[in-house]
């Protein structure tokens, strides 16, 4: 069964570093997503991406934040800045084509801590 | 935003019991996803529906997509241990793919032996 894979799976970092997460989405797939998850709290969207651009970003995707598929397998999300409320579990997502367009399927995530 | 009001918060239950949950919202959604999440791993895709009034199953699951498009419930029949997590709602707008998933907050399932 494929699957999405994340890494690293824990990264610590302190307050003001830059950090990136890698994603290696499923590899028909061609759109991708980070989330976050903040300790106890639901699942929120990041970013979006398709055919080498953003295509929908939310509010908290804001310029400390980029996305980039430096190549045919590779997806990743680069904190520049990273801040105490940064801390929480990042996830990346991927969906395919046809009907399986909507369905999105997650990574086992990243957990970042920020010191 | 979107928001997502999901129900209950969390069930405590016996081995065997009927689960039902549900999620509601005061926008229409395209398409409703329900996910399970275990601690410390990635939600897991359970069931995705596609059309207002569609009901699907998937062992034994069930969830339906609600006439309005603006909410869904789901149900496990005969409960097992490895039922216990957190269960999530997700609604996904008009712009397919390329939309972001609406998460609501998560039913937390227990199963008392």
């Known amino acids: 069964e494929p699957e999405v894979t994340q890494t690293p799976s824990h990264q610590v970092t302190q307050m003001g570093q830059e950090v990136i997460l890698r994603c290696v989405p499923i590899s028909n797939h061609l759109y991708f997503y980070w989330y976050r998850q903040i300790l106890g709290q639901k699942v929120e969207f990041l970013v979006s991406?398709?055919?080498?651009?953003?295509?929908?970003k939310s509010e908290i995707f804001d310029d400390q934040f980029s996305v980039e598929r430096p190549d045919g397998s590779n997806f990743t999300l680069k904190i520049r800045s990273t801040k105490l409320e940064d801390s929480a579990m990042y996830f990346c997502a991927s969906s395919g084509m046809d009907r399986s367009y909507y369905e999105q399927y997650f990574g086992p995530g990243t957990r970042l801590t920020v010191t | 935003g979107q928001q997502l009001n999901q129900s209950p918060q969390s069930m405590f239950i016996q081995e065997g019991e009927d689960v039902s949950m549900n999620c509601t919202s005061s926008s229409i959604f395209n398409t409703w996803l329900w996910y399970k999440q275990d601690p410390g791993e990635g939600p897991v895709l359970l069931i995705a529906l596609y059309k207002a009034g569609e009901l699907t199953s998937n062992g034994r699951l069930t969830a339906q997509f609600g006439i309005t498009r603006k909410d869904s419930f789901l149900n496990i029949s005969a409960s097992i241990p490895s039922d216990v997590g957190i269960y999530f709602c997700a609604g996904q707008g008009s712009g397919g793919g390329a939309d972001g998933l609406t998460f609501g907050k998560g039913t937390h399932l227990i199963i008392q032996p």
């Open positions: 991406f398709y055919n080498n651009e953003i295509s929908e």
